[in-house]
């Protein structure tokens, strides 16, 4: 299994960016595809995720309301849209991925994920 994340950049405050994803290796359609960050100095915590099976979704509280995340079944690949960047936003962003597909509040959490992309960085900044 593979996953490559890209779209990371630098960014004014309010700003935007969108993040894909590109899985290969996966049984797509049971999977639930996840984005994480991992700031300077924390630790890695889940940004949102996504099951493919439905589409059915799962925000941290921090970015609700302003990002978004999405699937495109055709191509394998998993979007992050991020509006309305904060500075508090800036870290190493990663997908990762797991065979079972399931969504609820623990699936926020590193540990369930088997597979992982390298990072991509956003950086946002005036």
């Known amino acids: 299994v593979q996953l490559q994340a890209s779209g990371g950049g630098l960014v004014q405050p309010g700003g935007s960016l969108r993040l894909s994803c590109v899985v290969s290796g996966l049984t797509w359609r049971g999977s639930t595809i996840g984005w994480f960050r991992q700031a300077p100095g924390k630790e890695r915590e889940g940004v949102s995720i996504i099951r493919q099976s439905d589409g059915n979704t799962l925000y941290k509280d921090s970015v609700r309301g302003r990002f978004t995340i999405s699937r495109d079944n055709a191509k394998n690949a998993v979007y992050l849209q991020m509006n309305r960047l904060k500075p508090e936003d800036t870290a190493v962003y990663y997908c990762?991925?797991?065979?079972?597909?399931?969504?609820?509040?623990?699936?926020?959490?590193?540990?369930?994920?088997?597979?992982w992309g390298q990072g991509t960085q956003v950086t946002v900044s005036s």
């Open positions: 990762a991925a797991t065979p079972r597909g399931l969504i609820k509040s623990s699936m926020l959490a590193i540990r369930n994920y088997e597979y």
